[in-house]
Nanobody, 126 residues
Framework: QLVESGGGLVQAGGSLKLSCAAS????????MGWFRQAPGKEREFVAA????????DYADSVKGRFTISRDNAKSTVYLQMNSLQPDDTAVYYCAADRWGEWSNGGQKRANVYDRWGQGTQVTVSS
């Protein structure tokens, strides 16, 4: 089970840090990702991190503003979001790919993930 937290309402230019806690003792076997879905739009990739945390990948729209990290001892993945803009408004979901291997872009695809959280709303006001 994946449980996201940390969403909320923030003004443009502000920051939020999302957390996703996994109820598993084998968190390190999961490649983790963050996706988001805005009203009327398809779910889109935001960021991903490899099982050991040494590799990260970001959507072009968030590069330089968002940072994904993980703490395997706490079975938690984080998404630090800085310089938030109204276009970042969406429901943010974390996702887990059991034994997921890092590849050239594969982690951007939603269909490789086999576990999803319920989502947390992020609203950025202008």
């Amino acid at each position: 089970q994946l449980v996201e937290s940390g969403g909320g309402l923030v003004q443009a230019g502000g920051s939020l840090k999302l957390s996703c806690a996994a109820s598993t003792r084998t968190f390190s076997i999961y490649l983790m990702g963050w996706f988001r879905q805005a009203p009327g739009k398809e779910r889109e990739f935001v960021a991903a991190i490899s099982r050991g945390g040494s590799n990260t990948d970001y959507a072009d729209s968030v590069k330089g503003r968002f940072t994904i990290s993980r703490d395997n001892a706490k079975s938690t993945v984080y998404l630090q979001m800085n310089s938030l803009q109204p276009d970042d408004t969406a429901v943010y979901y974390c996702a887990a790919d059991r034994w997921g291997e890092w590849s050239n872009g594969g982690q951007k695809r939603a269909n490789v993930y086999d576990r999803w959280g319920q989502g947390t709303q992020v609203t950025v006001s202008s």
